[in-house]
């Protein structure tokens, strides 16, 4: 026999059985290609869109948007759901889940021999993989029935999920997308609604209850009803210890566990920073801000307390900072989000605002860069004469001679204003911009002096910001407000100058406290008030945070009486408190280009400095350097100051009594150096540190030398006086101030506000309207002053 006819016989026997397998692989061919054309015709529903939620940097959520069907959907990935709630719900639910192709044929068949022996749909068969593809369609789930040509729809949709999705995104998918009851979508929603927690921290009982009430999620709810949520829950528990996949004594303990979840709600921490995130982004589906859910909580508490001090219409804002990488861990925009009396819609962390006094500390930090002042520079507080700008201080009247640090401490505004005449406005507000602290309003358009009394705009926000630098080596930087935002910062004060402002600043508002506990107070703070009372404000920088506080009314309507000592720093002072670790409250140390040396009043150099002996020293302080440069006492004008000061004079040995050799012929005279201390500060100092004392007699023969002028002084009243008010009723008290001495014309102060001008023979009348103590002072054309105290009673 042949090969040919051998093919022919093997061909006529088995043709029949090809024939059949043709028949099936051309079937197949066909019903491949009619699925992939029903697969392209109806292709698979695109998911939901999710809430946008603003989480914390661990992940837990701020405030959650709800979609465009007002339904709340945080998206969570496997990685983010606890092994044992995927335990419950694989073999509560779906057992065969990893081995079946999206339909479970034994499963179905059950569910239709149940259906047809009760003549009514009681069980589907559903798979979780049937689940998502019912899930995918909405129009299913709002008809609200169950037809077996609905269960066909489901079955096709789910071997079409199988077909492009591996198992681990179906059961994603249903993670996310099944119903917990109300508006709730996804088992994180859920957790965090029921239990205020995320799914990767549920006890085993809360994650049985998470994992059945998808099954009826309005009948189920445990908010509404708890006992049939409890006889779910242990059903699901049970049937786990039926399987033998944990063991008794787990399920037991679980089963124990009581049923107590939180009312059904959106969270709402830092609502309006969310608010400000999600604008930024309103397609994101998560948001990680850099809050600490804790510290948040902390500060929203500590505000909600704080708020039964303030008057109904009045804000506040507070913003907490981490020095090492500027990222916000508490932000507070308002006092009560959802108060319409307090504007609680209004972020007041990004509102423009006066900063009041809050920029005089970079003002003596630039001083200090340029080698104008050390930290005990003596400083005028006096009436400024024939000047455009005179401002007044805050708490009224005059202090004579103050340091850096005290006039810094106690924000007085006449020698802020000092330095500002000597740095130049113009060149304070560049360097403060270019630190990233945005002025706004015309006073950052022409910057005049003005400026370091509040008269630009600023946020709060970039405040802070700059503020950090005394904590940062001097580099300000724009808070964080997500952990994708890159660090942007910026050098605004050398590193020596920083550390030494902020050593000024640290110093305990409560000082007998202090002094009794033996507590150290590492905080630095500056409080400020606008003009009108509209702001207050408290900033305060630790080693590790930077806090701020702004309190006032959103509308920027006054608050009389409320300035940021009293309505600001208390607020401080307590976030201070409960915020500041251990670490945190040590002090910052001093950068290599800081000393400390001692100086003396009134020239202002090291006391060991020549000019310094022979009784030139009348007052002794510490003081911190930059750089080891000693600068003099500052002029209060342009002038050279420290020649002005140090007087040299000749002396007859034998008398004591200054001379000249132009009139004590042949004589010989000793050349003696005389410290003296600037015009202006004249009243304010004992007698024995005045001119008049400090510079010896003058010789018969030199009589020239003493055609020196006559001091200013008032003579309209005594130092002291008490004014009464003639007859009984209350009316005005007028008087004629006027003053003996000095030179050219006087200007007036009363409690350091500018009264008036009289002639240097003239008089200025004024009246008192008010009862009081006041502070009356004059300084005339050269600078000469005098100040008188006296009281003023009415009836």
């Known amino acids: 026999m042949n090969i040919k006819s051998v093919a022919t016989q093997y061909w006529r026997s088995h043709a029949r059985g090809l024939r059949v397998v043709a028949v099936v692989l051309l079937a197949l061919l066909v019903l491949l290609a009619l699925a992939g054309w029903a697969d392209r015709r109806y292709p698979l529903p695109a998911a939901p869109h999710f809430s946008t939620v603003v989480l914390d940097r661990q992940g837990e959520p701020l405030r959650a948007f709800a979609d465009e069907q007002g339904i709340w959907r945080y998206p969570v990935t496997l990685d983010e759901v606890s092994p044992e709630y995927l335990q419950l719900l694989?073999?509560?639910?779906?057992?065969?889940?990893?081995?079946?192709?999206?339909?479970?044929?034994?499963?179905?068949?059950?569910?239709?021999?149940?259906?047809?022996?009760?003549?009514?749909?009681?069980?589907?068969?559903?798979?979780?993989?049937?689940?998502?593809?019912?899930?995918?369609?909405?129009?299913?789930?709002?008809?609200?029935?169950?037809?077996?040509?609905?269960?066909?729809?489901?079955?096709?949709?789910?071997?079409?999920?199988?077909?492009?999705?591996?198992?681990?995104?179906?059961?994603?998918?249903?993670?996310?997308?099944?119903?917990?009851?109300g508006p709730l979508s996804g088992v994180q929603a859920a957790s965090f609604s029921y239990f205020g927690k995320p799914v990767r921290q549920l006890s085993d009982a809360e994650a049985a209850l998470l994992a059945v009430l998808p099954q009826r999620p309005s009948a189920l709810r445990p908010d509404r009803y708890p006992q049939r949520a409890h006889q779910a829950r242990d059903k699901v528990l049970q049937r786990m210890a039926e399987l033998g996949v944990w063991p008794a004594a787990r399920v037991a303990d679980a089963l124990i566990e009581p049923v107590s979840v939180l009312r059904q709600r959106s969270p709402m921490l830092a609502p309006l920073l969310a608010r400000r995130l999600h604008d930024s982004c309103a397609d994101c589906q998560r948001i990680q801000s850099t809050?600490?859910?804790?510290?948040?909580?902390?500060?929203?508490?500590?505000?909600?307390?704080?708020?039964?001090?303030?008057?109904?219409?009045?804000?506040v804002a507070a913003l907490v900072v981490d020095n090492s990488d500027m990222s916000v861990l508490a932000y507070v925009g308002s006092a009560d989000f959802l108060s319409e009396a307090r504007a609680g819609h209004v972020d007041m962390v990004q509102a423009v605002r006066s900063p009041g006094s809050t920029l005089k500390p970079f003002l003596y930090g630039m001083a200090l860069d340029?080698?104008?002042?050390?930290?005990?520079?003596?400083?005028?507080?006096?009436?400024?004469?024939?000047?455009?700008?005179?401002?007044?201080?805050?708490?009224?009247?005059?202090?004579?001679?103050?340091?850096?640090?005290?006039?810094?401490?106690?924000?007085?505004?006449?020698?802020?204003?000092?330095?500002?005449?000597?740095?130049?406005?113009?060149?304070?507000?560049?360097?403060?911009?270019?630190?990233?602290?945005?002025?706004?309003?015309?006073?950052?358009?022409?910057?005049?002096?003005?400026?370091i009394l509040g008269g630009i705009g600023v946020r709060l926000e970039q405040l802070v910001g700059s503020y950090a630098a005394l904590a940062r080596g001097g580099k300000a930087a724009l808070p964080r407000l997500t952990l994708q935002q890159p660090l942007q910062e910026r050098y605004l004060l050398s590193p020596g100058a920083a550390w030494i402002v902020w050593r000024m600043l640290a110093h305990s508002p409560y000082q007998v406290i202090q002094r009794l506990t033996g507590d150290s107070w590492n905080l630095a703070w500056k409080t400020g008030t606008s003009y009108g009372f509209r702001d207050a404000w408290a900033v305060g920088v630790t080693q590790g945070l930077t806090i701020g506080v702004w309190v006032g009314r959103p509308d920027g309507s006054p608050s009389p009486g409320e300035q940021g000592s009293t309505a600001a720093a208390p607020l401080l002072f307590s976030l201070y408190s409960s915020l500041a670790s251990a670490q945190g409250r040590q002090a910052l140390l001093p950068p290599a280009s800081v000393s400390q040396a001692e100086?003396?009043?009134?020239?202002?150099?090291?006391?060991?400095?020549?000019?310094?002996?022979?009784?030139?020293?009348?007052?002794?302080?510490?003081?911190?350097?930059?750089?080891?440069?000693?600068?003099?006492?500052?002029?209060?004008?342009?002038?050279?100051?420290?020649?002005?000061l140090l007087e040299r004079v000749w002396l007859q040995p034998d008398t004591g009594l200054r001379a000249e050799p132009a009139c004590a012929g042949g004589e010989h005279l000793q050349e003696q150096q005389v410290a003296l201390w600037p015009m202006a500060l004249e009243p304010w100092l004992p007698r024995d540190w005045r001119r008049s004392r400090r510079l010896p007699g003058v010789a018969e023969e030199c009589g020239l030398l003493g055609a020196e002028q006559l001091p200013l002084q008032i003579t309209t009243l005594p130092d002291g006086a008490e004014i009464q008010q003639p007859g009984r009723a209350r009316a005005p008290i007028p008087v004629n101030l006027h003053a003996d001495g000095g030179s050219g014309e006087r200007a007036w102060y009363l409690n350091g506000a500018f009264i008036g001008r009289s002639s240097a023979v003239g008089v200025l009348p004024y009246s008192f309207n008010q009862p009081g103590p006041y502070q009356l002072s004059v300084t005339d054309q050269q600078g000469n002053t005098d100040m008188i105290n006296l009281v003023v009673k009415m009836k």
């Open 370 to 451: 340029q080698g104008l002042i050390h930290s005990a520079s003596l400083l005028i507080d006096a009436p400024r004469f024939d000047r455009a700008y005179r401002p007044h201080n805050f708490s009224g009247g005059f202090n004579g001679p103050v340091s850096a640090s005290e006039a810094l401490q106690r924000s007085l505004n006449i020698p802020a204003v000092q330095l500002l005449d000597h740095i130049g406005a113009g060149r304070f507000a560049s360097q403060l911009q270019h630190g990233g602290l945005q002025l706004f309003g015309p006073g950052a358009r022409q910057p005049n002096e003005s400026l």
């Open 90 to 181: 694989i073999n509560y639910e779906d057992r065969w889940f990893y081995w079946h192709p999206g339909i479970n044929p034994v499963a179905i068949v059950r569910a239709f021999w149940q259906n047809v022996s009760n003549g009514e749909i009681v069980s589907g068969g559903s798979t979780l993989t049937m689940q998502v593809a019912r899930l995918l369609e909405p129009e299913q789930q709002l008809t609200g029935q169950r037809t077996y040509l609905l269960k066909l729809r489901q079955i096709a949709r789910a071997l079409q999920l199988e077909w492009h999705y591996s198992k681990a995104q179906i059961l994603t998918l249903y993670l996310n997308l099944a119903p917990f009851g």
């Open 291 to 315: 809050l600490k859910v804790t510290v948040q909580r902390q500060v929203e508490q500590a505000v909600q307390r704080y708020l039964a001090h303030l008057p109904p219409a009045q804000s």
């Open 599 to 644: 100086i003396c009043w009134p020239l202002g150099t090291l006391a060991s400095a020549s000019e310094n002996q022979h009784g030139n020293c009348m007052r002794k302080m510490s003081a911190w350097l930059l750089d080891g440069t000693v600068p003099p006492t500052l002029a209060e004008g342009d002038e050279i100051q420290l020649a002005s």
